[in-house]
């Protein structure tokens, strides 16, 4: 059992950076995916960028260029700056660490980004 607690969000005006945090209760060295998905009011949830084990890193469109996942093992803790925020960026974004048999969420951390 791994519990996930984001922190970092806030209100940005666009042209804006933050830095989330995800703060895990145990290892997240063994999952082999952890990943920060976004979600707007009456929106699907998305994936936003993702980390593999094996160090692969994935972005999608919308923030490549803009937006850096990285992790910390020893501290058990994920991140996700965001530079250059849009409006469009404003979303509840979600901490997610996964392997086979396991899939475990934070609790979500809102971004607001004004025009």
């Known amino acids: 059992q791994v519990q996930l607690v984001e922190s970092g969000g806030g209100l940005v005006q666009a042209g804006g950076s933050l830095r989330l945090s995800c703060a895990a209760s145990g290892s997240i060295s063994s999952f082999n995916y952890i990943s920060w998905f976004r979600q707007a009011p009456g929106k699907q949830r998305v994936l936003v960028a993702r980390?593999?084990?094996?160090?692969?890193?994935y972005y999608a469109d919308s923030v490549k260029g803009r937006f850096t996942i990285s992790r910390d093992n020893a501290k058990n803790t994920l991140y996700l700056e965001m530079n250059s925020l849009k409006p469009e960026d404003t979303a509840v974004y979600y901490c997610?660490?996964?392997?086979?048999?396991?899939?475990?969420w934070g609790q979500g951390t809102q971004v607001t980004v004004s025009s």
């Open positions: 997610n660490v996964w392997k086979v048999g396991y899939d475990y």
């Open positions: 980390i593999s084990s094996g160090g692969s890193t």
